[in-house]
């Protein structure tokens, strides 16, 4: 099954819906990400960007990874 990420804008959003439900074949799930977990994950990037944070990104780990067992 493939899964597709669609940008629809608020005013043609309840048009899409309709329009989509009547596809047979289509399953619809529907997910709002609360404002408040945005920015929380935007505070955290920041801090990552500033410095500020105990954060790792993924290639450091990919480093350390490969010095230490040669993966």
Do not use: C, W
Not at 2 to 11: M, R
Not at 24 to 35: G, H, P, W
């Amino acid at each position: 099954m493939k899964h597709v990420t669609l940008q629809i804008p608020d005013n043609k959003y309840a048009r899409f819906l309709e329009i989509i439900q009547k596809i047979d074949f289509v399953k619809l799930d529907e997910m709002e990400v609360l404002e408040e977990h945005k920015n929380i994950v935007r505070n955290r990037l920041n801090d990552f960007k500033n410095g500020t944070s105990t954060l790792v990104s993924l290639e450091d780990v990919a480093k350390e990874l490969k010095a230490k067992f040669g993966l």
